[in-house]
């Protein structure tokens, strides 16, 4: 059956560094992966996808990147700041299955 | 803004009582799904639906049942809530396509006493 890991649970960080967030999937091929932000007691918001023969995908501040040999798309934000502090998730779209999420609190 | 809506956004009842859970959504969206969040934890896809009269179960069994009558209309419903029912539900819709975004209404915080 397919598996789909975010392997940090949190990640705190200084306010203007580069937050970067791991997501691991198995057992689909072609994989696309979204990316969601979750704020409390909210539903997510959809960011980005990424699919399998993408490289890289870029938004303003946010950049994901794919590597299929180890199945994991890197989330990264850019000149982080406070307002970014929430949840992201990871998304598998071939079967809208999550990941557990990774809680970014950005600290001024 | 998404144009989907849920209904009620709190709600506190006694063991035993069938409740429903409204969604509705005016994107004219084929896929909807609900999704299971107890706070700070993860998503659980519990039903989804690709158009009229499609349903399907989810990962997790929640003993609720779902119905697709119209394109619109997605309700959740519990016969007989329990206390392991208390719990925030998501319900979300998509168009498919290139990036088959979800997207989702602001949820259902339940409470079974």
């Known amino acids: 059956s397919q598996k789909i890991e975010q392997n940090s649970e949190a990640l705190n960080i200084q306010e203007g560094k580069t937050a970067t967030l791991t997501c691991n999937y198995t057992?689909?091929?072609?994989?696309?992966l979204q990316w969601y932000r979750q704020d409390p007691g909210r539903g997510p918001v959809f960011l980005l996808l990424?699919?399998?023969?993408?490289k890289e995908k870029r938004k303003e501040r946010l950049k994901v990147t794919f590597d299929t040999t180890l199945k994991q798309s890197l989330f990264h934000i850019t000149a982080s700041q406070p307002a970014d502090s929430a949840t992201y998730l990871c998304?598998?779209?071939?079967?809208?299955?999550f990941g557990a999420g990774t809680r970014l609190t950005v600290k001024p | 803004e998404a144009d989907i809506y849920q209904t009620p956004r709190y709600l506190v009842i006694g063991t035993g009582k069938k409740i429903t859970l409204e969604c509705s959504q005016t994107?004219?969206?084929?896929?909807m799904y609900w999704y299971q969040q107890d706070p700070g934890m993860e998503l659980h896809l519990i039903h989804y639906?690709?158009?009229?009269?499609?349903?399907e179960k989810g990962d997790l069994s929640s003993e609720s049942t779902v119905s697709r009558i119209r394109t619109e209309h997605f309700p959740l419903t519990l016969e007989s809530a329990r206390p392991s029912h208390t719990s925030q539900y998501l319900c979300?819709?998509?168009?498919?396509?290139?990036?088959?975004?979800?997207?989702f209404g602001e949820g259902s915080r339940l409470t079974v006493l």
């Open positions: 990424i699919r399998e023969n993408e």
């Open positions: 998304a598998l779209f071939n079967d809208m299955r």
């Open positions: 639906s690709y158009g009229v009269n499609s349903t």
């Open positions: 994107m004219g969206h084929d896929k």
């Open positions: 979300a819709s998509s168009a498919g396509g290139r990036n088959g975004e979800l997207f």
């Open positions: 057992n689909y091929s072609p994989a696309y």
